[in-house]
């Protein structure tokens, strides 16, 4: 779902997307696959939210308390 402006999108999951032993860097590279696919899909957003059952996601390794920039954090 898109904020009004179009700006940030708001992915919300309804269970978890990582196993209680995935590594920070596993999570990490989960996160990017879901921004690149919403870049390749060519939705005109910013930024993502990551949200489980519509809040944001509680984690010990990464922050998702804000929204993530669509180009993610690796650049080629």
């Given at each position: 779902?898109?904020?009004?402006?179009?700006?940030?999108?708001a992915?919300?999951?309804?269970?978890?997307?990582?196993?209680?032993?995935?590594?920070?860097?596993e999570k990490?590279?989960?996160?990017?696959?879901?921004?690149?696919?919403?870049?390749?899909n060519?939705?005109?957003?910013?930024?993502?939210?990551?949200?489980?059952?519509?809040?944001?996601i509680?984690?010990?390794?990464?922050?998702?308390?804000?929204?993530w920039?669509i180009?993610g954090f690796?650049?080629?």
């Amino acid at each position: 779902m898109l904020n009004p402006t179009g700006t940030e999108l708001a992915v919300s999951f309804d269970h978890g997307l990582f196993s209680k032993d995935a590594t920070t860097y596993e999570k990490w590279m989960l996160c990017e696959g879901l921004l690149k696919t919403v870049r390749e899909n060519g939705i005109a957003s910013q930024t993502v939210r990551f949200l489980i059952h519509h809040q944001p996601i509680i984690d010990a390794h990464l922050d998702f308390s804000n929204p993530w920039p669509i180009y993610g954090f690796i650049r080629n």
